[in-house]
């Protein structure tokens, strides 16, 4: 074929599919000569440039792939870039005047391009302008999710991520689906509104300021069970444990508020902990699936990532014991804080537990509450790398960073989430770029240490008002039904609040994460703690000493290294 007639039939507008031609016969030189006098030098400059501005757009697709993140709207505060580096990636294209990195001009915004198959923006179209790529490309990568997974060195997992999020029109969501969210987000910040004007000076580690945390864990568990996950085992630190107890695992609200009364007592032996340290174990059944679902919170001490390698065990343990051995009925689900997440060891350790043959729980589902500041710690003093997440990286993990103010991208990245882990048994990360309203403990005054974060906090409107406002506009629900939503949860919490004066002894086994069956009689009171004499004789134990330390046989010759200098 002829690469000339090609590329003029390409710049003259030819789809390039159907740009190819059969060589014509050889022309005569005189023609030849006659053709290159009359500008086929000029056509030639013009095809170059066509296969230039081609290349050109490839890079420009991949270095959205890349570094889109870098530029996404993750904080809800404004205040932050998506990272720590605070850099505009000079290949993309943030304005027009970047498009000569790549040897383009303004001029060539409405030229169309054919597209590469390492991109799925197109949707069913192969080919588009340039002005519509960069437009689709920056929805995808810089709104209020920022994707890191080019650095997976697996293609068919890379086309995966990037067909659930480059594909136009995939965060779709039905009235249904954004009225069940609403009233999921409803239960979450009322439940932290009530304890905070029932209890305002008791420390809980409230979850203001992320709250979608509790519609995002719904959401990981309903997608799980949909693919038939059975049980879930979950582990986490301090902040939302209440509430993660009260409207994902549905501990009995009453149970919650006694937690509260000074004058409690406890009732079992190894009981005396605190409210936000403590586990629970819940069979029901799955609303959105109609399955049933065993949910597990591992009780967590105050050293907050200590809990992951338990959480697998604890996982691995129930898998081997189901016969389990590709975790598609058991899975683990682990929320972190963004300092710990980066700081404590103990994180990096179990993520290279997470794929080795004798551990793997077939992958996890990681939860960052990224409250962009640890205990008093800007984000800047506490961590070397760009992200709390990057410690991820080093087993293949997809890190799905999101803007936690925008609850429907919050709710598709959980989809995808849950849809990887069962697809590729691998763990996977979500980061919640959030805030942390109150100080670490509703103690603390954070003004002190973070006046600039915390005058922004004070303006910052909740994310139950923002996404109700949305949905309110666009007729999806009524304000009197929102209204209603609020009415119906307070009342469902002031009439457990009522019952709870009644309960002032505390039962261990209403808090413990595992069935334990057999250890209590049916009362629900543990069974004797007194056990039979285990000791034996001292004769006994020196007839075993002699044993073990002497010779085993005449004449026998003991190993040099075993003698005592």
Same mark, same amino acid.
């Given at each position: 074929?002829?690469?000339?007639?090609?590329?003029?039939?390409?710049?003259?507008?030819?789809?390039?599919?159907?740009?190819?031609?059969?060589?014509?016969?050889?022309?005569?030189?005189?023609?030849?000569?006659?053709?290159?006098?009359?500008?086929?030098?000029?056509?030639?400059?013009?095809?170059?440039?066509?296969?230039?501005?081609?290349?050109?757009?490839?890079?420009?697709?991949?270095?959205?792939?890349?570094?889109?993140?870098?530029?996404?709207?993750?904080?809800?505060?404004?205040?932050?870039?998506?990272?720590?580096?605070?850099?505009?990636?000079?290949? @993309?294209? =943030?304005? #027009? /005047? !970047?498009?000569?990195?790549? &040897?383009?001009?303004?001029?060539?915004?409405?030229?169309?391009?054919?597209?590469?198959?390492?991109?799925?923006?197109?949707?069913?179209?192969?080919?588009?302008?340039?002005?519509?790529?960069?437009?689709?490309?920056?929805?995808?990568?810089?709104?209020?999710?920022?994707?890191?997974?080019?650095?997976?060195?697996?293609?068919?997992?890379?086309?995966?991520?990037?067909?659930?999020?480059?594909?136009?029109?995939?965060?779709?969501?039905?009235?249904?689906?954004?009225?069940?969210?609403?009233?999921?987000?409803?239960?979450?910040?009322?439940?932290?509104?009530?304890?905070?004007?029932?209890?305002?000076?008791?420390?809980?580690?409230?979850?203001?300021?992320?709250?979608?945390?509790?519609?995002? @864990?719904? =959401?990981? #568990? /309903? !997608?799980?069970?949909?693919? &038939?996950?059975?049980?879930?085992?979950?582990?986490?630190?301090?902040?939302?444990?209440?509430?993660?107890?009260?409207?994902?695992?549905?501990?009995?609200?009453?149970?919650?508020?006694?937690?509260?009364?000074?004058?409690?007592?406890?009732?079992?032996?190894?009981?005396?902990?605190?409210?936000?340290?403590?586990?629970?174990?819940?069979?029901?059944?799955?609303?959105?699936?109609?399955?049933?679902?065993?949910?597990?919170?591992?009780?967590?001490?105050?050293?907050?990532?200590?809990?992951?390698?338990?959480?697998?065990?604890?996982?691995?343990?129930?898998?081997?014991?189901?016969?389990?051995?590709?975790?598609?009925?058991?899975?683990?689900?682990?929320?972190?804080?963004?300092?710990?997440?980066?700081?404590?060891?103990?994180?990096?350790?179990?993520?290279?537990?997470?794929?080795?043959?004798?551990?793997?729980?077939?992958?996890?589902?990681?939860?960052?509450?990224?409250?962009?500041?640890?205990?008093?710690?800007?984000?800047?003093?506490?961590?070397?790398?760009?992200?709390?997440?990057?410690?991820?990286?080093?087993?293949?993990?997809?890190?799905?960073?999101?803007?936690?103010?925008?609850?429907?991208?919050?709710?598709?990245?959980?989809?995808?989430?849950?849809?990887?882990?069962?697809?590729?048994?691998?763990?996977?990360?979500?980061?919640?770029?959030?805030?942390?309203?109150?100080?670490?403990?509703?103690?603390?005054?954070?003004?002190?240490?973070?006046?600039?974060?915390?005058?922004?906090?004070?303006?910052?409107?909740?994310?139950?008002?923002?996404?109700?406002?949305?949905?309110?506009?666009?007729?999806?629900?009524?304000?009197?039904?929102?209204?209603?939503?609020?009415?119906?949860?307070?009342?469902?919490?002031?009439?457990?609040?009522?019952?709870?004066?009644?309960?002032?002894?505390?039962?261990?086994?209403?808090?413990?994460?595992?069935?334990?069956?057999?250890?209590?009689?049916?009362?629900?009171?543990?069974?004797?703690?007194?056990?039979?004499?285990?000791?034996?004789?001292?004769?006994?134990?020196?007839?075993?000493?002699?044993?073990?330390?002497?010779?085993?046989?005449?004449?026998?010759?003991?190993?040099?290294?075993?003698?005592?200098?």
């Amino acid at each position: 074929m002829s690469w000339d007639l090609y590329f003029r039939n390409a710049t003259s507008g030819t789809v390039p599919g159907h740009a190819f031609q059969t060589q014509l016969p050889e022309l005569a030189s005189g023609q030849t000569s006659l053709i290159q006098s009359h500008g086929l030098t000029k056509t030639l400059g013009k095809a170059e440039k066509l296969v230039e501005d081609h290349l050109a757009v490839q890079s420009l697709i991949r270095a959205y792939q890349i570094r889109g993140h870098h530029v996404a709207q993750l904080d809800p505060l404004g205040i932050l870039d998506a990272d720590l580096d605070s850099f505009v990636p000079s290949d @993309l294209i =943030t304005t #027009i /005047d !970047k498009l000569g990195f790549y &040897g383009l001009y303004e001029s060539d915004l409405d030229k169309v391009f054919q597209l590469p198959t390492t991109t799925f923006i197109g949707g069913n179209e192969s080919m588009l302008s340039l002005r519509e790529i960069i437009r689709r490309l920056e929805n995808t990568y810089c709104q209020h999710i920022g994707l890191e997974f080019m650095f997976i060195n697996d293609v068919e997992q890379c086309d995966w991520i990037r067909q659930k999020f480059e594909t136009p029109g995939v965060m779709k969501f039905t009235s249904e689906e954004k009225r069940t969210l609403l009233a999921r987000l409803v239960r979450s910040t009322r439940f932290e509104d009530f304890l905070a004007r029932k209890w305002s000076s008791e420390k809980r580690f409230g979850l203001e300021g992320c709250e979608v945390m509790i519609p995002a @864990l719904k =959401t990981i #568990i /309903d !997608k799980s069970s949909e693919m &038939g996950i059975e049980y879930v085992i979950m582990g986490m630190p301090h902040r939302g444990r209440l509430n993660v107890l009260a409207n994902v695992i549905r501990k009995e609200l009453e149970q919650i508020f006694c937690q509260f009364d000074p004058k409690l007592e406890a009732a079992d032996e190894g009981s005396g902990d605190v409210k936000y340290h403590l586990g629970m174990y819940h069979e029901r059944i799955n609303r959105a699936t109609n399955k049933n679902i065993t949910l597990s919170l591992v009780a967590n001490p105050s050293h907050l990532e200590a809990v992951d390698p338990v959480v697998q065990g604890k996982t691995k343990a129930e898998q081997f014991y189901r016969g389990d051995t590709e975790g598609r009925k058991v899975m683990s689900v682990l929320l972190h804080g963004d300092a710990a997440f980066a700081g404590q060891g103990v994180v990096y350790e179990t993520f290279h537990l997470s794929d080795l043959p004798s551990y793997t729980t077939n992958g996890t589902i990681h939860v960052v509450v990224n409250n962009q500041i640890g205990f008093t710690t800007d984000p800047r003093m506490a961590r070397s790398s760009p992200y709390p997440t990057d410690v991820a990286r080093v087993v293949n993990a997809p890190i799905f960073h999101v803007n936690a103010d925008d609850p429907e991208a919050v709710m598709y990245v959980c989809n995808v989430a849950a849809e990887w882990r069962n697809t590729f048994n691998k763990d996977v990360v979500i980061d919640l770029v959030c805030y942390r309203k109150r100080g670490h403990n509703e103690m603390d005054e954070p003004m002190f240490t973070q006046p600039l974060m915390y005058k922004q906090i004070q303006k910052q409107v909740p994310v139950l008002k923002k996404y109700a406002d949305k949905l309110i506009a666009d007729g999806t629900v009524t304000l009197q039904e929102f209204e209603e939503e609020i009415a119906e949860y307070d009342k469902i919490c002031e009439e457990a609040y009522a019952r709870s004066k009644d309960n002032k002894i505390l039962h261990i086994k209403h808090w413990l994460d595992s069935p334990w069956p057999g250890f209590f009689n049916l009362d629900g009171e543990p069974k004797s703690m007194t056990c039979p004499s285990t000791g034996i004789s001292e004769d006994m134990l020196t007839h075993i000493g002699n044993v073990a330390s002497s010779v085993p046989l005449e004449g026998f010759k003991i190993h040099g290294g075993e003698r005592n200098p």
